[in-house]
């Protein structure tokens, strides 16, 4: 009988199995073309990481893994077959899981058009507005353009002109905040976006290939690639007729996606579960599915993954976006009910439609405030799959520092949740305080009450609700310092002239605390009470002792200063004393109930008001917006020249293959299909900085027991070499030996089947390590002082001191001695991490695919590591995703790690670095600590300037050598009278330092700039006075720049400075922003005008041209196409230099140049793409090969003439072939000595905004001259100039590359490190290039433009210093003891926690008892 049973039992397990097998089907559709997968051996794959591995397509690109950079940014369409209707949205693919898409249909970049069938307007705008350089980030920009504008179509908006979108301007520019660009600047981006609007001002357009500027708005309109709207269809007619067919049966389900009807037909195969009740759930969880140690996860969007990266791989995945329950709207005039699976997206506009059909009420203003609050939370891409339950639910389990609890908790939500065993109603404020839910607990749904009963009458009570947050980025994708949420009530007190708060509800949260909390204690002590400026004053006190960040929170006390600012601008209207200019006082509070009369506190960083300057008329003023308006992101101009003397040289035209870049075609290195019997590597790295390694394991996971091997200095075949990077200088080894100097070092590289079990099973190692007898790391420059640890630097690269400095100084008439200044780190960040591909080939070669800047090194690194002749190594580079310097030396142990563990297993081997990685092993820039006394008169004049710097080089000599005489040339760009230094190189256990992008430059630059403000400021001048005093005469600049001022005619530095001094209004704004700081309490504004002079040096290039049969023209250059334009310059100078063959013209030659990828086998010597001046040396290379062909070919063009007239390119060519002319040409271009250096020059204006009480820094306006020379390609050259002076943005006000008291990078990911996104770019970006040419002896008189230009970044950081000075000025006059003081080192970047504390973390209380004082 029991045998019977069992057989039975089996019989059903089988059946139940069979009957699963058939439904398990994932279907969906990528491009309109269908897929099915019956089979998924692991549900934690990603849609990504299936696109890029499983499909032909590499339009989506990964470049964090974490949902910060937009990089991987994909259309998914859902249809609803009952309403037929399709909803599309963006979604970071690098989050989503494959087995969340069934039924729904992927549309990436490749979808929208290509060039075989034709590129989409959107590609061929971002290659015609010069929105594309490197072209890592463009197809994720691409998506996010390409949904708004499809999401706009759906509005009600009437029709727009033909080829414009229903999208509005402001829209436009928004849809990309989600999205990184390291190198354009993003201004070009705004315009493509913008470009879609119907209501943009052509005129307002920047530079293009469309049209001229001057041409007629219809000319401009019609210039555009024609956009067409609903030109794409998104979903798939057959995917849509197989939903219908799912669905028969269903048809009155209340089942609404269309994987609802999908899954209840077919099952998504492997380990993926997706039920559709609450029942089956928890039968699901009490089932084996969650028995034998199986790692289970509940998933909504699975955004989670992004935050807490996940070591652990899940066994199995269970949906819960197909329980009813979970995806409710529900509203009744008690409040709003939403299901705990509804993305954040769906909420927000379920709370928007709820408040426009509502009349003015408690409710409108509530559900109001939540809506916008969450509309700035993460980006629009993670907002569209980020759920509301997900969110609270790591806010409760793991302390994440949420937005939604404390807005939610301050309305006095409630939570309807299931524990396994009961439905309960929990309030959030209980659920907050619980111990960390169970993994079985689930969260249905969210209430938020409507405050309705609260009568809301003119005469009576009132509700206020306000919420706040200050984080780095204005709109969002960054979490906040300190988020809070108000909640109160204030009626009028009877016979009095002043209000009473009641039923208060005061929310704060992320400050490093486990959950958002109520400040109970305030919200007692403010009840019943009238607001004081004394009643506001102990509400703080109270408060202050309430937010108390946990140990160990990185800006504590700037954290529960922002508190104290949120509450002040709370409480601010109701203040009974005269503190704003509005004296009715339930006119105030109108305003405040009003939603339209304040935007989100006005504190989030941003600012509403706007220098509005007309300078037409010469008229500039100051206008408050209205808030209604959509305020631009930006807006710009741009001013170039263009010669026609060396055509097409000298023309602006689209950066070669940019409209491929946009597509998602052009081939990376990680978009080479994988070779057969690929393997993947990781590396594994220390997190000590001085340690014996006695052994590597691995903590025993799913992930671990799929290591192949591990590669390690132990597999250096004989004959080969430790080494993983060469300098000139010296070499460093690949991999530790048995000790490890420097936390980040390599240990290993991990080998598996694919990168992500790679990278899994390198997280799961386990080193162990033993300090027993050795020294203590060096970990401080001083401490490298003290043990006299440098590196020497050659002779012939120290830098020459100037004058006499002792002279200087007795002659000084005033004196600063020994003032300090310390310059942090900068990561590289290029949206493409570091990655290769090493194929072994026969005859014991190998050949490396990869992403670098010096494949001539790379090359040499590779030959030397394997122990094989350079002939056996070849290396291809043909793009790089963005590289700043960070891809030459830096990655050069990558590639070796690579090209090892191919020679040891003889199978190919590729990796790309998963971001953490990536940025705690590459170094970035140094880290330096100045000191420096400088002499000077009382007129500003500076006599003498001595420094000190200790630079951080980390533990070998990479590129450190020549740092010094890169911050010394920069530095030099004043008169500083006499100029003596004393650099020290300082040999650390930290990871190596290498070239960043102006490396030294910018950090010599900026220290003369702060040495002129702490002169200007200890004389009580303007700094623009001391800076103008000092600028160099050309004399002065001979003795300074010995070999590279050039002529005096070249010295256009004085005329940039006034020529911007007019263009920019900068005397009339100087005087206007007095007028502002005048009667403006709590913002300030700054403006500063700096300069620059910047040495370049050319070095020995290769080139070789080839002419094939049909006259196509091949080029190879020894330099990289980094986004920098090299190509497009390389092949105007190859049309232009050819030409002299022809006599009609060269237009059409230029469409005959390809420039090929680089191959060290091809062309030798290539060198390094580095320096700014790659691009003008390969161009002289390539213009010196053309010359030996036309030498060659003029006699046969000169008989073929005699015989035939005029010669066409063809016949010319056809004929060369038939007479044996050699039709190729190499050379290697040697710069002549004299000049062969260089100076640039530039000046740029910045105006600031700062607010007091976040600390949060507005930059309103820049406006910057730049000299080119004759620019080879103005609008390469403007692509140049503006991304790198956002890349000085962030080195001086966001990045913050920090590391622990061992040395390990902590700023491993976008979470923490912050580089520039489009809302925190100037609000005014006003850019001209100068065509100087004066440069007889540079590449057609052209100049360099890719380093210098982000030195000029530093003007943002000085106006930042002037309008902290006008904060101080205000706390001087405060009632306190402690004066601050007018002159003070302001921290590098000034992020807002160091502008706050420049302002004072008390400005709130020390102003409160001024007034107290004062009544
Ligand atoms: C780049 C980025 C930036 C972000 N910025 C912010 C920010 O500024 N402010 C902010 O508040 N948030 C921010 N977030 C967090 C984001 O809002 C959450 O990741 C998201 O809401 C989680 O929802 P999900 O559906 O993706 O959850 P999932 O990742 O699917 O799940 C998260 C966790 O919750 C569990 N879970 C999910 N739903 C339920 C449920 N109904 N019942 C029980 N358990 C459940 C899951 O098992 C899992 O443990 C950011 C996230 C990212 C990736
Ligand atoms: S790769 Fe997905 S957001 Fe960065
Ligand atoms: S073009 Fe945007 S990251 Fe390079």
Known sequence: MARERERERER?????????????????????????????????ITLLEFLRTKTHYTGAKLGCGEGGCGACVVLLSKYDPIKDQVEEFTVNSCLALLCSINGCSITTTEG????????HSIHQRFSGFHASQCGFCTPGMCMSLFSALVNAEKTERPAPADGFSKITASEAEKAIAGNLCRCTGYRPIADVCKSFAADVDMEDLGLNSFWRKGENADVNANGLPFYSRGGIRTFPEFLKNEIKASMNGFTDSPMKNPSDFMCTKLQVPGNWYSPVSVEELHNLLKSEVAENGNQVKLVVGNTSAGIYREAVKYDKYIDLRHIPELSVIRRDNTGIEIGAALSISKAIKALREERESLP??????????????????ASQNIRNTASLGGNIIMAQRKAFPSDMATILLAASSSLNIHTGSEAVLLTLEDFLQRPPCDPKTLLLSIQIPSWNSIRNSSSETKLLFETYRASPRPLGN?????????????????????FVLENLRLVFGAYGTKHAIRASKVEEFLSGKSVTPAVLLEAIRILRATIVPAEGTSHAAYRSSLAVGFLFDFLRPFVKAPMGPENDLWMRISNVVDSTKIQNGGLNGYSNVLADESSENGHLSYRKDHPERPVPLLSAKQVIEISKEHHPVGEPT?????????????????DIPAPKDCLYGALIYSTRPLARVKGIGFKSTSASERIIKVISVKDIPRGGVNIGSMSMFGEEPLFADDLTEFAGQPLGFVIAETQ??????AQQATVDYDTENLEPPILTVEEAVERSSFFEVPPMLSPKTVGDFSKGMAEAEQKILSAKIELGSQYYFYMETQTTLAVPDEDNCMVVYTSTQCPEIAHRVIAKCLGIPDHNVRVITRRVGGGFGGKALRGLAVMAACALAAYKLRRPVRTYLDRKTDMIITGGRHPMKINYSVGFNSDGKVTALHTDILLNAGITEDISPIMPSNIVGALKKYNWGALSFDIKICKTNHSSKSAMRAPGELQGAYIAEVVIEHVASVLSMEPDLVRKRNLHSFESLQLFHESSAGEPAEYTLPSIMDKLAASASFHHRTELIKQFNGCNKWRKRGISRVPIVYGVRLRPTPGKVSILNDGSIVVEVGGIELGQGLWTKVKQVTAFALAQLLSDGNQALLERVRVIQCDTLSLVQGGWTAGSTTSESSGEAVRVACNILVERLTPLKERLQEQMGAVSWDTLILQANLQAVNLSAHTLWDPDYSSMQYLNYGAAVSEVEIDLLTGATTILRTDLIYDCGQSLNPAVDLGQIEGSFVQGIGFFMLEEYLSNSDGLVVSDGTWTYKVPTIDTIPKEFNVEILNSGHHKKRLLSSKASGEPPLLLAASIHCATRQAIKEARKELLATNSYDHPSLTFQMKVPATMPVVKELCGLDNVERYLETMISHQ
């Open 12 to 44: 059903k397990r089988d059946l139940k199995m069979e009957r699963r097998e058939e439904k398990e089907k994932l279907v969906f559709a990528v491009n309109g073309e269908r897929l099915e997968l019956s089979r998924i051996e692991d549900s934690s």
């Open 756 to 761: 992500r079990y790679a990278n899994m099973a």
């Open 654 to 670: 689209k950066k070669v293959g940019a409209e491929i870049q946009a597509s998602g075609e052009a081939v990376y290195v990680d």
């Open 112 to 119: 929208l058009g290509n060039s075989k069938d034709g590129f």
């Open 360 to 377: 003015r009420s408690n409710e409108r203003l509530v559900f109001m405030k939540i809506a916008d609050h969450m509309n700035k939370i």
């Open 478 to 498: 960054a979490v906040a310092y300190v988020n809070a949420a108000f909640l109160a009530t204030v009626s009028t007190q009877e016979m009095s002239e002043s």
